[in-house]
């Protein structure tokens, strides 16, 4: 099949290839370019689940500290911070 892709993601492929030409009026499309742009958004994909699981993580971290006798605000209030940068990127690659 070429570039380690199955039949199923061959498929899905195409199928995306005919729904854009259907949708955008698009003569013909390349299927490189296609496998390009849904490579890309699968990399974005996986790079905002990761991002997504780090500001999970944050949170719990805030929970854990806050909870804790004696609870650090400078590492409480560190800790948010990330987690405020880890929410805009993620809004930001969202859009």
Known sequence: MGRG?????WS???????RMQRDRNVKSCSAV???ER????????AHLNE???KHENLS?????????PGADTLKV?????QKLRLKEEINRLSV
């Open 5 to 9: 892709w199955n039949f199923d993601q």
């Open 33 to 35: 370019v296609v496998l």
């Open 77 to 81: 209030a560190e800790l948010k911070k």
């Open 60 to 68: 719990n971290a805030v929970e854990k500290e806050l909870r804790a």
């Open 51 to 53: 991002l997504k699981k």
């Open 38 to 45: 849904m490579e890309d958004c699968m990399s974005l994909s």
């Open 12 to 18: 899905a492929v195409h199928k995306f290839m005919m």
